[in-house]
């Protein structure tokens, strides 16, 4: 069977043996879609209406003071669009050091991949956006990244101490910058855009992690690829009246949240997220409220639902919504036809879909962001010598256990050679007789029977590996396909896939790539690193 081929240089099919894919993403790729998931279908499109909580002037005026802070300027069409009957495509992410791991490059190309697509099918604006999870207070999600094998820390000793902690927006790794360069000219594999990439982070804004990671990975698309930036602890004044909106019904909240969780299991999926969380702002480190359907405890009392709506309304600085309201917070104030998510995030944006409901709020429906595995021709070439297939391919790993030179026929004079001394050399020695010595020859025996299989075997390997069958081959691909047993899009840098392959692939995957299509994506770039 022949790959299914496309200007992308890849091959995309619906039963790949891809051992990371979630369970959720299982049944999508096989057209078994559990009931009642909110899955985007582009042929069946309802267009957000603009709700209560859409300030569209508002709007226009913060994303564009946040996207000119992070040296994306915004266009008069892009700012026309989002003040008058624009509609979102958004992904997100935590802004991992440097731009992170390949995924947030992949859920940014599946945004400009879906956004593209549906302008151009309806003639009307599509804004695709990326919201940076600035307000995470969970360091330790964004200040490493792995380069090659190594794991590259920006150390914060002053957040050692227990207890609450600022918001990731708030730290600059700036005093990591001169050693993460160093390290990373050192670990980042050789490419033919090495040198291009590390002259990209070397020019980034160190400033904060959100900043740093806007300007490495806007930086990475290639022109004329770009989206808008959102950014909510710069805007949580455009923000903050549909999560005074959310808590004011909190007792509805928290029942469709708890019936969200038994909706999952039913479905034989274990809820990702364990309860609502609204969180308080208090001396700059970020303080989780305790929510029930009666009060809520703040750091300086309690108060009502109603209490704590007006006191968002008043001071919009001072609250954030945790994961299970994020999204509902974003489809209230921005009118969103679509959200990308990664297989996790799926499940949790399929799990809060009951408090939309409860709410009178229209969601954005799901598309999954797209799933690769890069390899080059010659890998590819490889691959199929070793008699793996576009099927079969993420067997290499097992292959490799399994490894068995005698599995490959090797016509050659040394080893036909070498069988024929072993035969001889066993039938001479069994042929003496000499009392009292059985047991000795007997061991002679076995001795020169293993040193020669021995002897043997490595003559095999050393023959297979110049026919391009060695195991050291076999082991690279293995590694290559699935680094340290893990999917590529987490184990790779962003910064070192461009680094390695060029960025002319990202154009083409947008481009090329449908984003209804769900199933895992082999792409073949050829061997100097461009789209096959």
Known sequence: MNPQTSDIGGFCVDQVDYPPASELMRRLDANETPPGFPLFDAAALRWPSDGPGINRPALAESLDRINLKYDNRLDGATLDAIRSGGVFVIGGQQPILAGGPLLCLL????????????????????IPAFWIASEDHDVLEVNRLRIGKQTLVCEHPELEQAGPRSPVASLSPNAFRRAFLSELERFLPQGRNKAQVIEVVRRADWSSYPALFATVIGELLPGPWHAVWIDPMRMRDVLAPALGRIVSKLPAVLKAFDDGARMLREQGFEPPLQKVNLFEFVEGR?????????????????????????????????????????????????????????????????????????????????????????????????????????????????????????????????????????????????????????????????????QIDKLTERTREQRLSQRGLGKGLLKALADHLLPGGAAQDRAIASVEAVGRYGSAWIDRLIRQADPADTAHRVVVLNDEGDAA
């Not at 859920?107 to 599509?126: C, D, F, G, Q, S």
């Not at 989780?288 to 009392?301: P, Q, S, V, W, Y």
């Open 107 to 126: 859920k940014l190309i599946t945004v400009l991949a879906r956004a593209w697509r549906l302008e151009n099918a309806h003639e009307r604006p599509v």
């Open 286 to 450: 970020r303080v989780a409220c305790d929510l029930t359907a009666e009060r809520i405890a703040l750091h300086d009392g309690r108060v009502t639902c109603d209490e704590l709506a007006a006191l968002i309304a008043q001071q919009p600085q001072r609250f954030s919504p945790g994961a299970a309201l994020r999204p509902i917070v974003q489809d209230m104030a921005l009118p969103t036809l679509t959200t990308v998510a990664g297989p996790t995030e799926l499940l949790y944006l399929w799990q809060v879909d009951p408090i939309y409901r409860a709410l009178g709020v229209e969601r954005s429906k799901l598309t999954p962001r797209l799933g690769a595995t890069f390899i080059t021709q010659r890998e590819w070439r490889i691959a199929q010598r070793f008699g793996l297939d576009e099927q079969s391919l993420f067997r290499a790993g097992r292959l490799l256990e399994d490894y068995d030179t005698t599995r490959f026929d090797v016509d050659d004079d040394d080893l036909r050679y070498l069988e024929e001394l072993r035969d001889s050399l066993l039938q001479r020695i069994g042929e003496l007789e000499a009392a009292g010595m059985e047991k000795m020859i007997d061991k002679a025996r076995q001795s020169i029977a293993h």
